[in-house]
């Protein structure tokens, strides 16, 4: 009898340890420091030191626009038909390898208390429209279902409920003003402007207002901006399990893009 005592106790002791374990694991990969909010420097930093992903038909390996720009000039091809480095205007696309949109919003999970649920997907296409002091069309769509957080399951429902990203894969905005851009964008210093627009999300479009701050850096145009989404707006349930307690009626939707020459 002292035996199965000891083993009973032993057994009890071992899953008592696992299951501290488990809910420690799960409590520091939940609670790990998210992303900060996105922020021009931090863009610009990014995107210094960035490649440009290689075009989408194939070809030659990524490489950097300096590295690029200063073998044209050594092959002599700097002077052909590319617009000169202060004549921004033309097609610009996002080049995904530097870009992400993502959301941003406040949960409470149990045992665990109030954090901050972060994701965010480099599935970015989108143009850019600028005919030397105004930015006529923007267009940008992202694929929702590649939504990366610090936690797959989160993933994985989100596919389900809320964003429902089976059914509703695609986010896009399509400016409808024109955006008329104040100073010299070629000089490389940052220029904030309001982008207003039609913003898609789960099956909805809303007009909104996008606060943008953008810099020139190496040949490549760097976008930062969010918005505030409220979930009703968009016919969006908040979403419940047995680990969330509660999550917050309005989240953010950020981006960061880069936009080379088309």
């Given amino acids: 009898m002292p035996r199965n005592r000891s083993l009973m106790a032993g057994a009890l002791v071992a899953v008592l340890a696992v299951a501290a374990a488990g809910f420690g694991g799960w409590y520091f990969f939940i609670r790990g420091d998210e992303p900060p909010p996105v922020?021009?420097?931090?863009?610009?930093?990014?995107?210094?030191?960035?490649?440009?992903s290689a075009p989408a038909s194939g070809g030659a390996a990524t490489t950097s626009t300096a590295t690029a720009t200063a073998v044209a000039t050594e092959s002599g091809g700097g002077s052909s038909?590319?617009?000169?480095?202060?004549?921004?205007?033309?097609?610009?696309?996002?080049?995904?390898?530097?870009?992400?949109?993502?959301?941003?919003?406040?949960?409470?999970?149990?045992?665990?208390?109030?954090?901050?649920?972060?994701?965010?997907?480099?599935?970015?296409?989108?143009?850019?429209?600028?005919?030397?002091?105004?930015?006529?069309?923007?267009?940008?769509?992202?694929?929702?279902?590649?939504?990366?957080?610090?936690?797959?399951?989160?993933?994985?429902?989100?596919?389900?409920?809320?964003?429902?990203?089976?059914?509703?894969?695609?986010?896009?905005?399509?400016?409808?003003?024109?955006?008329?851009?104040?100073?010299?964008?070629a000089s490389g210093e940052p220029i904030s402007a309001t982008a207003v627009g039609d913003l898609t999300i789960h099956g909805v479009t809303n007009r909104v207002e996008l606060a943008l701050?953008?810099?020139?850096?190496?040949?490549?145009?760097?976008?930062?901006?969010?918005?505030?989404?409220?979930?009703?707006?968009?016919?969006?349930?908040?979403?419940?399990?047995?680990?969330v307690l509660s999550v917050s009626e309005e989240g953010t939707m950020e981006m960061q893009l880069v936009f080379v020459r088309a």
């Fill in 213 to 243: 701050q953008g810099q020139l850096v190496d040949g490549r145009v760097v976008v930062v901006g969010s918005t505030v989404i409220v979930l009703a707006d968009y016919d969006i349930e908040q979403p419940s399990s047995i680990a």
């Fill in 39 to 52: 922020n021009l420097a931090d863009a610009v930093a990014a995107a210094s030191t960035a490649t440009v």
């Fill in 81 to 185: 038909s590319a617009p000169a480095e202060d004549d921004l205007s033309g097609t610009w696309t996002v080049d995904a390898a530097n870009s992400f949109v993502g959301y941003r919003i406040d949960e409470e999970l149990a045992r665990i208390g109030s954090t901050t649920a972060v994701g965010r997907t480099s599935d970015v296409t989108g143009t850019l429209e600028f005919d030397g002091s105004t930015i006529t069309s923007v267009d940008v769509t992202a694929d929702l279902s590649t939504l990366q957080s610090d936690d797959d399951r989160r993933d994985g429902q989100l596919k389900r409920q809320a964003l429902e990203t089976n059914e509703f894969p695609e986010a896009s905005f399509v400016l409808t003003d024109p955006i008329a851009i104040e100073g010299d964008p």
